[in-house]
């Protein structure tokens, strides 16, 4: 019969037992097997937690010995004593039970003085009640003898795995381990050479836009004074007398309330810029392409735009208009045109509609508004436009294949500027993001011209 040796993980308070644990050391030493516990670790700092585990899993036993102190605390508020019979418990370490008599008497070092830890004792003390393999022990001695005789008899009940020495095994079992070790090297081996035909087999992804390492685009050269309108100041509630008769102060004050704020001249003037550059807008050509030797699933592809570029779906694109007029109509020119009408004897309502009241787009309907869409680019995917970013999804894409975005979306130019396009790109089978830039320019260009004709 195989001699073989038991690791016994010892748990218990420390200061309080500490001739107790010393004698039950002694008592596992003499039967030639591994006492094995707190001594090692740090038991107040829980990055040790892991390692007692490790401890706890390796051994083949579990002794426990409670006394009259509950002892330190963890984060999660429970004693370490008791964390540990937990986890010997939840993975089924054959657990072992001492409990100090507790009508013994006791120094103010070996018991406690707090009310919260004395009722966390008790309640630990009540839980281990169920333990068929309990005893109570009176002192140091007589818990030695106690675990000594518990152990023998729970050698012989339960076939741990314990240890044994190396020649102590048959010739047939070694001869079976060395088996195992051959075949064990030859799986590992196998293996590696799978992991190596693995690796070489991916997926690689690129992104052209526009058949080009670099986006150009030129827009006129123009000082924006001349077509922004300015904040109006409020009209003076003196009617001059010539014009008494086709204006009143009514109308003059209900001007004064209906002008606009410094903020909505300025988005004004801004839509109207955004219309004119919307005219030189440049229409993206995106190709994605998987250059590897694998197919790619769940490919998504992020490509944000500076800021001095608009991203907009070709849709939204035709939608801008020259927005729509935010000064309202001027009661005193309105009247000088109807007194000047008035002196020919025409017809009033001439000269009402001119460039800087601009009544003729008062009708024009504003769509300006970018927002988060979903289309279908190819069977199964989607991209959206959001942010000044567009985001492309799709479920796979075979190697050696690529999928375009043709006449989907463009940039609208706002402003000069130098910059770079930033792509990010990712698929189930990639380990980390693969980034690339597109450099991207707007510059001014004095040959070129806005149609201002309206």
Known sequence: MIDKKYQIFISSTYTDLIEPRQKVIESILKQYHFPIGMEMFSAADDEQWDIIKETIESSDFYILLIGSRYGSLTTQGIGYTEKEYDYAKEIGVPILTFLKDDTLATTPQERETDPIKIQKLQNFREKVQDNKMREVWKNSDDLAHRVSMALMKEFTRKNRVGWIRGDSISEDASKELLALSRENRELKEALSKLEALTNSRKPELELIINNNSLLNISIPDTDWSDIFIDTPEELSLEIPEHLAYFVTLEDIEKYNKALPSEQKIHEYNQNIK??????????????????????????????????????????????????????????????????????????????????????????IRRDLDIVRIAGSVNQNSIYIVQNNTLTVSLPSLLHTRSISISNEVSIIPLEEGTGHIEVNMICEEMEVLETMVVPITVKNNKELTFNLKL
């Not at 001027?330 to 000088?336: D, L, T």
């Open 274 to 363: 955004l219309y004119f550059l919307s005219k030189f807008a440049l229409i993206l050509e995106i190709l994605i392409k998987n250059s590897g030797n694998f197919k790619a699933n769940n490919v998504s592809v992020e490509i944000k735009f500076p800021d001095f570029v608009k991203l907009s779906k070709n849709t939204s694109l035709k939608k801008i208009l020259f927005p729509k007029d935010v000064l309202p109509n001027n009661p005193i020119r309105k009247a000088e045109s109807e007194y000047e009408a008035s002196l020919k004897n025409t017809f009033s309502g001439l000269g009402i509609a001119r460039y800087s009241d601009r009544n003729y787009i008062s009708n």
